[in-house]
């Protein structure tokens, strides 16, 4: 196969795609249509956990700024949580640094699994990198994105819309959380369910699941032997084991 | 809070600093698709399952088993997306069916 071929026709295609500015801008509209609905259970998921961490910012005397500035900047949901006795507790940036690194290590793996989308998306590619929490990550992902829809705007406008939700959750738990008086317990479960009907529909889709089988024994064991919260580093040790060790029959198997 | 507002600017400033290095760093190690070792590639195929299946882990991590309601609501939760998956096949209503029943479970049943 000829790599460079293959990159010059596409190439080619986006700068005749680009031609056409009219075509375009439909097209972003339509891509702003498909991509809302993909977000709603990310609002759900989003907007609750951030109303939790923005009441619990609050109990914590900080001030609105803490929660909103947070959200968006450093933009992880589990760190975040975690921010909150970092900050309350003495001052010691090294040790911070590391543990963050230690909680956010798994996006390594996001971004591995979406160098090839993410590639060719033009300026908006920085943004998306930036903003590629779990959840949108796992939707950019799995979604199989129709020919009329642009890719890079799709991939931007799952991100951006993720993102509003986290940073408005925060800030709205901050200001009214104590007002809100429906019983919300279990809400948090969407992000479980999303998760759950996102595995499906790849299993759904492929024909051997060797790579799946690998990520549910690699992390329901390591989950046993380290506990909560320490499993993550492990398991990505582990998968990453069990995946080059059974390189060749995964790639016969199953991979196109 | 013990953290002066210096202080906990630092700290803030260090954590969104490891989330973007998380964030891009596969991305500036392998920036050119000819110079990216096959290796590489084949992870990024077989890596999603593998993360997908994660997750969902990563989620129950702190369901008990062992004590409580023994994790009950979260099974029939999961049985209840996945047989909505498979019966309507429409990813919004398996999500939204699935948390309902978890959100009724929790709070009357449980």
Known sequence: MNNNEVRRTEKDINQADGAGKEVKSVNIKETFKFAFPKTLPVMAGYVFLGISYGILMKTKGFGFRYPVSMAAIVYGGSLEFVMVDMLMSKFNPVQSFLLALMIQARHIFYGLSML????????????????????????????????????????????????????????????????????????????TAMFTVILLDKLFHEKKHYTAVIGALSSISCLLIFGADNFLIPTMAMMLILLIAFRK???????D | MIQTVPQSIITIALCALATILTRFIPFILFRSKEKTPKVVEYLGKALPAALFAMLVVYCLRNTKISTGNHGIPELIGILVVTAAYFWKKNMLVSMAAGTIVYMLLVQFVF
Do not use: Q
């Open chain 1, 249 to 255: 029959p995964i790639e016969k198997a199953e991979l």
């Open chain 1, 116 to 191: 090839d989308k993410y590639n060719d998306i033009g300026g908006k590619k920085i943004y998306v990198i930036f903003a590629m929490s779990d959840e949108t990550f796992s939707i950019n992902c799995s979604t199989r994105v129709p020919a009329n829809i642009d890719k890079g705007w799709f991939y931007f406008f799952v991100s951006l819309f993720d993102h509003f939700y986290w940073v408005f959750g925060a800030g709205a738990g901050w200001l009214i959380g104590s007002l809100i008086t429906f019983n919300t317990e279990g809400l948090d479960f969407v992000m």
